[in-house]
Each structure stands twice: as C-alpha cells, then as structure tokens.
C-alpha cells in the first residue's frame, strides 16, 4: 500500500434531516453524537478535517471549522462542490455525516489509491431495476480532485443537482466491490440513519459489544 498523501476530509452535514425529524448528526449513539464516529474514523487519514453545514451554531462544539455552503438548497451536488472548493489539499474525502460505521481501514486503502483521476468511488453490484441493471456508485463516500470543480459549477447552474451528472466530463476510478469487502465485508461503510428505524438499529447495535455486534439490519441496510 503507497505512502499516504495529503488529503483533506469534509463531512456533509447541511441537510434538512426530513425523514427524521431532527438534526441527525447530533444524535446520540454509545454517548457521543452520530457525527462524532464520523470524524473519529476519518481522522487517521485527514491532513484536516471541516463540516460543511449552514446555519448550525451547535456544531462548534466538535472544534472543527464549519463552512457554509456556497450553494444552498442544492443538495448534496453543492455540499460537494463547496467541499472542494473549500479544501486546503487538492483532494478531498466527503463522507455524509449519518453514517456511522465508516471503516477507517477502507478510508486508508482510499486514500492510498494513486490519484491519477478526479473521482474515486466505491462501485457497489449492479441492482435489478425496471430500467435494467445499474450500479451503485457511493459517491458520499468518495475523493474528489479540485479538477472537478469546473463541471460541477456548470451543472449547479443549469439547476442539475444528481451528483453522478458531471461524471462523464472527468476522470472517474470505481472501486469494484469486492475490494471494498477485503475492507468492509458487510459494506456497513455505506449504512445511512435517516429515518428513526434506522437510527434505532444504529443505537442497538452501539449499545451491544460495539459495532461489529451481530444482528440483522433494518430494511434498507447494506447486508
């Protein structure tokens, strides 16, 4: 594995936590907030870490710079266009702050990727749809290089917010799925609490003998 480069982290945390009801990156799990997992498990591999959130006084207390987004009402296509931009280190990790299971060894291997392109994501197997196969691209779990910031300032202002939009305008490196399971093998990485159930599972399982204890997820989760 290479020698780690420098890498910044931003952590998206500006959303409007509909399905919840309220801010769920604030909620309790094993005693810290959900957020703080997030960081905690990114830390080893960030030369410096920042929340991307508007209007959200209370995450002053986690000591990391907070910067609003350039785009508001733009979805996740803006948080990650302010992360970039907003970036000390020409390449950034954004990771979605409701996800409390992200693996700091498949972080390392990420940030350990040769970074010859402007998107790297994890490529989860194609799921059967009514349009046929697709694939699932992670892409709030992914590095983004300054170099994609051209194509996605053009896509926020002709109003496109589907993340994976200005994907065909640059370089993008999949990351097949069964490298991520020699990392993750339950591909709990990608596990969202966004609704309460969700939340719940995630509290449960905390609450046992950490995050590996066995149980089924609830509907929705990756195993």
């Not at 339950?186 to 969202?192: G, M, V």
């Amino acid at each position: 594995m290479n020698a780690l480069q420098p890498l910044s982290v931003a952590i998206l945390a500006g959303g409007q936590s509909r399905r919840m009801g309220r801010d769920k990156a604030l909620l309790d799990v094993g005693g810290r907030a959900l957020i703080e997992h997030v960081i905690e498990r990114a830390r080893p591999v960030a030369s410096e870490i920042m929340l991307i959130a508007s209007d959200r006084p209370a995450y002053a207390r986690f000591g990391l710079r907070v910067v609003p987004d350039r785009y508001p009402q733009s979805g996740a296509l803006g948080g990650i266009y302010t992360a970039i931009a907003e970036a000390e280190y020409h390449h950034c990790l954004v990771l979605a702050c409701d996800m409390p299971f992200v693996n700091t060894d498949l972080l390392r291997y990420m940030a350990s990727v040769p970074r010859d392109y402007d998107v790297l994501v994890p490529s989860l197997a194609p799921e059967r749809s009514t349009q046929g196969e697709r694939e699932t691209l992670e892409t709030l779990h992914a590095i983004y290089g300054k170099t994609c910031l051209p194509a996605i300032e053009r896509q926020l202002q002709e109003g496109i917010l589907k993340v994976i939009g200005f994907f065909s305008q640059v370089r993008v490196e999949r990351i097949p799925e069964e490298v991520v399971r020699q990392y993750d093998p339950n591909l709990l990485s990608f596990y969202n609490a966004n609704t309460p159930e969700e939340y719940e599972w995630v509290r449960r399982r905390y609450a046992g003998d950490g995050p590996e204890e066995t149980g089924d997820p609830v509907e929705g989760s990756p195993e």
